[in-house]
């Protein structure tokens, strides 16, 4: 019985090992992967669906985040969420809502209006019907949001970046340095704001503002100078030379690859397009991959070590547009079960083939390799003192001699 117990450790090790340089993760299986949710979240307006599609993504990013700063962002996406539905239910309140109702909360005093304001009121009756119907929407909105804050805490932005094509890598880069200036800028204002209070100086006003705002400028624009330098220095905007015929083909395919992909999106988020969203979404797609690997060809430059598209990465990236593509098949057989009424108010049900589809996007918690764990600070160990040595004891002086004056030294040397 004790030889047992390592067999499932080693086979769960093997299912998700813990993650290194070599088998990391791509970044993009981690946007798919959440994009896959976020689709889904975008076709029902049943609370508790996306309750369950918020609950899988909060506990892939649990299972899966890593200890670096930009993974602690899924926090401030989950405030956001819950400010986007206060804000969406103050304006069904006080703006009033298009859905008719029977059950009266509270009758806002309303503000008389001109004629050409016609359709719009401030204050008025609030039903019930209508706050419901706010809060429902404002629950898809905050579901679309925490899916992108998920992707945003597990995919590393520089790794991302890097994986891009050839064709954007300039597109890339500029990311990067607008991502790195708002850290570098908020720095500099706390490190000379810290400097002006140690002076004595004030650091608030618009006296302190005025006399911090210029040497934060002026590192600014060193930094600037010195970001363009390097990058001249390595080559940064060289380009092969290509044909005419090769840069037009280009052009057309990306224009018209990314025109398709916004219209299959949009018709994949509408019920009315579900039948045309999907077939113009791939054709998007591989116009603008085709269009984007025609620009890579301009574009001269090497990567190091780039990261590997693996299994695990097909069945994350699969689990996602798993879950996408069961809800929309099932927004279109079902749709009542997806799409609660609240005229007459009903209470939501949880649909169990949308919910056991919702549930495939678990898979990533059990499939994508274990993240290192943090490193505790190791506290410092003070050095033990050494033991006094008991001081000797005070033996008895010897009396000094009685201290003579000036005046009978001065008779002794004359005698």
Not at 94 to 111: A, D, K, Q, R, Y
Not at 151 to 167: I, T
Not at 237 to 244: D, E, F, H, L, M
Request: glycine content about 10%; proline content about 9%; overall charge positive.
């Amino acid at each position: 019985m004790a030889d047992a117990a390592p067999v499932p450790r080693a086979r769960r090790r093997r299912l998700a090992p813990q993650a290194h340089r070599s088998n990391a993760l791509h970044p993009g299986a981690w946007w798919l992967w959440s994009l896959g949710l976020a689709t889904a979240a975008s076709r029902t307006t049943n609370p508790l669906l996306i309750g369950l599609i918020v609950g899988v993504a909060g506990y892939v990013v649990a299972a899966r985040r890593t200890s670096a700063p930009w993974a602690r962002s899924y926090g401030a996406f989950v405030k956001l969420a819950l400010v986007v539905i206060g804000i969406r239910l103050v304006f069904a309140i006080v703006l009033g809502s298009p859905i008719p109702g029977t059950h009266l909360i509270v009758t806002l005093p309303e503000v008389p209006l001109p004629d050409w304001a016609q359709g719009v009121r401030i204050g008025g009756r609030v039903t019930a019907e209508g706050v419901v119907f706010a809060l429902y929407d404002g629950l898809r909105l905050a579901g679309l949001l925490i899916c992108v804050g998920a992707a945003n805490a597990l995919a590393s932005p520089a790794r991302l970046l890097k994986s891009l094509p050839g064709a954007l890598y300039e597109a890339g880069v500029a990311v990067v340095v607008a991502m790195t200036f708002a850290p570098n800028l908020i720095a500099d204002v706390q490190r000379l704001r810290s400097a002006r209070r140690l002076r004595g100086r004030p650091d608030k006003g618009l006296r302190g503002l005025l006399q911090v705002g210029l040497p934060v400028l002026e590192g600014a624009l060193e930094r600037s100078v010195a970001l363009a330098a390097a990058m001249d220095a390595r080559g940064f905007g060289r380009t092969a030379a290509v044909p005419a015929r090769v840069r037009r083909t280009t052009a057309a395919l990306t224009l018209g690859g990314l025109t398709g992909v916004c219209a299959g999106t949009y018709g994949l988020l509408t019920a009315e397009g579900s039948t045309y969203g999907l077939p113009v979404l791939g054709v998007g797609l591989a116009a603008a991959l085709g269009g984007l690997w025609l620009g890579g060809r301009r574009s001269v430059r090497t990567r190091y070590r780039p990261d590997r598209w693996g299994w695990r990465a097909w069945a994350v990236a699969g689990s996602g547009a798993a879950v996408a593509a069961l809800m929309i098949a099932a927004n279109s057989g079902d749709a009542g079960a997806l799409h609660p009424g609240v005229v007459p108010l009903v209470a939501p049900e949880l649909p169990l083939l949308p919910a056991a589809a919702v549930l495939l996007g678990l898979l990533p918690a059990f499939v994508a390799p274990v993240p290192p764990p943090a490193e505790a600070p190791v506290p410092e160990r003070r050095r033990p003192r050494p033991p006094r040595t008991p001081r000797p004891p005070r033996t008895s002086r010897t009396p000094r001699a009685p201290r003579t004056s000036r005046s009978s030294r001065t008779e002794e040397k004359t005698s």
